[in-house]
């Protein structure tokens, strides 16, 4: 997705700073529902500033038991839309990616099984 097509989702705000694994990026950041939860979201574009290279959403919850439930609904959905993922388990988390066509990849990184009472899911362009 170009970035012009990206500003129209939410054109009154400005692309900001922001650090990612791959240095500085250049993101939007807004409140959205998805998967049936309001999400802090997030579009961050590539080094060139002319594509869209990662769209995220970060779920928080009030409680563990909150947050355990709605990501392994989240967790589901996505694996009925998108068909079985590859699941890994780790000391900081539960995560599940999908590869898509076109090299996306879509994951699910879930830490509320390790105290941080949030789950994300990020669609990324590989």
Excluded: H, N
Excluded at 30 to 41: I, N, P, Q
Excluded at 62 to 68: E, N, R, Y
């Amino acid at each position: 997705m170009p970035a012009a097509s990206a500003s129209m989702v939410k054109p009154y705000l400005g692309w900001q700073k922001a650090a990612s694994s791959e240095g500085e990026a250049s993101r939007l950041q807004f409140k959205a529902s998805y998967l049936g939860s309001e999400a802090d979201a997030y579009v961050d574009l590539d080094a060139t500033r002319r594509y869209v290279k990662r769209i995220g959403f970060v779920f928080a919850a009030a409680s563990d038991f909150d947050c355990l439930a709605s990501s392994v609904l989240a967790a589901e959905t996505l694996d009925k839309t998108y068909g079985k993922g590859t699941a890994t388990e780790a000391a900081t988390g539960r995560k599940v990616q999908w590869q898509g066509q076109d090299g996306f990849t879509l994951s699910w990184l879930e830490v509320c099984s390790v105290g941080g009472k949030a789950y994300s899911v990020v669609f990324s362009k590989t």
